[in-house]
């Protein structure tokens, strides 16, 4: 257990489904980013939040929908996604944006079919 | 902007073997410099980072890193492996300026005996 909780650990999904990933941490940290992990291919930086506020959205398709109710919660909420968005997501946070000491969950395993 | 590159994706090494694992970085600014380590099935854990001061960066589980401006480099080393240091592990750079830690594609360590 890092401190950083990602439910579900596996997901299955059909295209046209709607879902939510979690991510929660107890930490005290202030900031928490979404990465995308596929197979040859490095971490994809979705988006960034930070006190709350999203301050990175890297080009990622409107069907990627984050939510940051608070500092210690973070959603991506997922719709009409696509094959090619199976992946590995992974939620990290850290104790602000220059700190580079990111602790990651285990994240969640996505497959759309 | 700033980018990794991992010079080998794959690195097979005997037991009680050194190793290293090379990363080289780009940037036009100062940087802070991370290594981790992900082992099957779970996230990300910190292996070590250089924020400042001494080039020579000691991390957990034996590895340490040295930085070297002049070459950009930061190459990951251990004396001597063992067979669960098996896993892939990636380098990753942010810019001072507090911008998100950006990944290299990952080098797969595989130890044998």
């Known amino acids: 257990e890092t401190g950083v909780t990602q439910t579900p650990r596996h997901l299955v999904m059909g295209m046209t489904n709607k879902k939510s990933l979690k991510c929660e941490q107890h930490l005290g940290h202030n900031a928490m980013y979404w990465y995308k992990q596929s197979a040859k291919k490095p971490l994809e930086l979705m988006f960034v939040y930070s006190l709350e506020e999203r301050v990175e959205n890297n080009s990622v398709p409107s069907r990627f929908s984050p939510e940051c109710p608070n500092s210690s919660h973070l959603f991506l909420h997922l719709h009409t996604l696509q094959p090619e968005d199976s992946a590995l997501y992974l939620c990290a946070s850290s104790q602000d944006r220059r700190s580079g000491g990111y602790t990651f969950g285990s994240g969640t395993r996505l497959t759309v079919v | 902007a700033q980018s990794v590159t991992q010079l080998d994706s794959q690195v097979p090494v005997f037991e009680e073997a050194p190793v290293e694992l090379r990363c080289n970085y780009s940037s036009s600014v100062s940087v802070y410099l991370f290594w981790y380590v992900q082992y099957p099935n779970q996230g990300l854990q910190l292996l070590l980072k250089?924020?400042?001061?001494?080039?020579l960066v000691k991390g957990i589980n034996g590895f340490e890193a040295e930085f070297n401006k002049s070459q950009t480099s930061f190459h990951l080393r251990k004396p001597s492996v063992h067979i669960s240091d098996t896993a892939e592990y990636f380098c990753a750079v942010c810019n001072q300026a507090g911008t998100a830690l950006i990944f290299g594609k990952g080098t797969t360590l595989s130890v044998s005996s």
């Open positions: 250089y924020l400042s001061g001494s080039t």
